[in-house]
């Protein structure tokens, strides 16, 4: 329930909210009307055949990881020896490879990807 107060000036103020309504009430019951359930016992087969599916994931997920710094480590040795041959080829364009500019940051209008739709729809009528 809504309960408004009166302000200074006699006008009517801002809602306050009551905690012991019957709106609070009806709320806790639909949210907790059931009992959490509980986890069933399993048995010794079932808990082998978990116990082998989490072995078996995080066989997968170190073989996953292990390719990935291999990938990484290629990609590194890759860029090093591009640099061994600017630099050999040509001193100036290595070392204008190597320079960082002045105040570059990351820029903040770019939009994350995700998955859900833009909030600004295409306008197909601007040209």
Not at 12 to 25: C, D, F, I, L, M
Not at 90 to 100: E, I
């Amino acid at each position: 329930e809504v309960k408004r107060t009166s302000s200074r000036s006699g006008g009517k103020g801002a809602p306050s909210h009551e905690v012991s309504g019957t709106r609070y009430e009806m709320m806790k019951q639909i949210l907790y009307q059931e009992e959490p359930r509980q986890l069933p016992q399993l048995s010794s087969e079932d808990v082998e055949r978990h116990m082998t599916i989490m072995r078996a994931q995080k066989i997968h997920n170190m073989t996953a990881s292990a390719n990935r710094r291999a990938e990484r480590l290629r990609k590194f040795d890759s860029m090093k020896n591009a640099y061994e041959a600017l630099a050999a080829l040509d001193q100036r364009l290595f070392d204008g490879a190597c320079q960082k500019e002045a105040n570059v940051t990351f820029p903040r209008q770019m939009r994350v990807p995700t998955e859900t739709p833009p909030t600004k729809i295409w306008d197909y009528l601007t040209k």
